[in-house]
């Protein structure tokens, strides 16, 4: 499958538990995107990176969120202390390097839930 | 004011009928623009990209963008039961950035 992996399919925590969410780009892509999308609602932007690059964190909560993508490996995000609000899904895309008429393409997502 | 506004819906068109879904953009600088579809509990996907003024064909499917305006929209010729979804609204604002607007949730009705 040459498409853009995330993992887990489904995640849940119970409130004060970490959770990490993985990406996988699709092959050859070196830039990925995460969102979070509440049910009935539209992309919330969070994150843009590049290999080991933030680019634009204007989307991530100040506190609790991070993310990163190592040389090596997947893009993680990383929810410290979750807490109901936290409930969402969480999709990952990813693009082409090269030029700014690249679409992005998506992963499945991760379903959070949060007891 | 939000980098892309659509019109939350719900828009409902008989089968057969023409859906016509709406966006606006607020950076003036934004170069390329793309729809996506997504269906109740499953990702984006893409479906039309377009980058010039004027309209984009891919068979049912017709984009038209005027950036005078601000202005980027959706046909959806023939619409079909299996057409009815969120369709997104994509904005690149800066080299390889994207913002999403909300998306309008189309019904089509047999």
């Not at chain 1, 004060?16 to 969410?21: F, S, V, Y």
């Not at chain 1, 991070?66 to 929810?79: H, Q």
Request: charged share 20%; glycine share 8%.
């Amino acid at each position: 499958n040459a498409g853009v992996m995330q993992n887990p399919r489904h995640l849940v925590r119970r409130r004060g538990q970490e959770a990490r969410l993985r990406c996988s780009p699709m092959k050859g892509h070196s830039h990925v995107y995460w969102y979070r999308q509440l049910p009935e609602e539209g992309l919330k932007f969070m994150v843009y990176l590049q290999k080991e690059n933030i680019i634009d964190e204007s989307g991530m909560p100040k506190e609790r969120f991070s993310a990163e993508f190592p040389k090596e490996g997947p893009s993680i995000l990383r929810i410290q202390q979750v807490v109901r609000g936290d409930s969402a899904a969480y999709f990952c895309a990813s693009s082409l390097q090269t030029g700014g008429n690249q679409p992005q393409h998506f992963g499945d997502g991760t379903r959070l839930s949060i007891l | 004011q939000k980098e892309v506004e659509q019109n939350s819906g719900p828009l409902s068109v008989p089968e057969g009928a023409i859906a016509s879904l709406n966006c606006t953009y607020s950076d003036r600088g934004s170069q390329s623009f793309f729809w996506y579809r997504q269906y109740s509990g499953k990702s984006p996907e893409l479906i039309m990209s377009i980058y010039s003024n004027g309209d984009k064909e891919d068979g049912r499917f017709t984009a038209q963008l005027n950036k005078a305006s601000q202005y980027v929209s959706l046909l959806i010729r023939d619409s079909q039961p299996s057409d009815s979804a969120t369709y997104l609204c994509a904005v690149n604002v800066r080299n390889n950035d994207m913002r999403f607007g909300a998306g309008t949730r189309l019904t089509v009705k047999p």
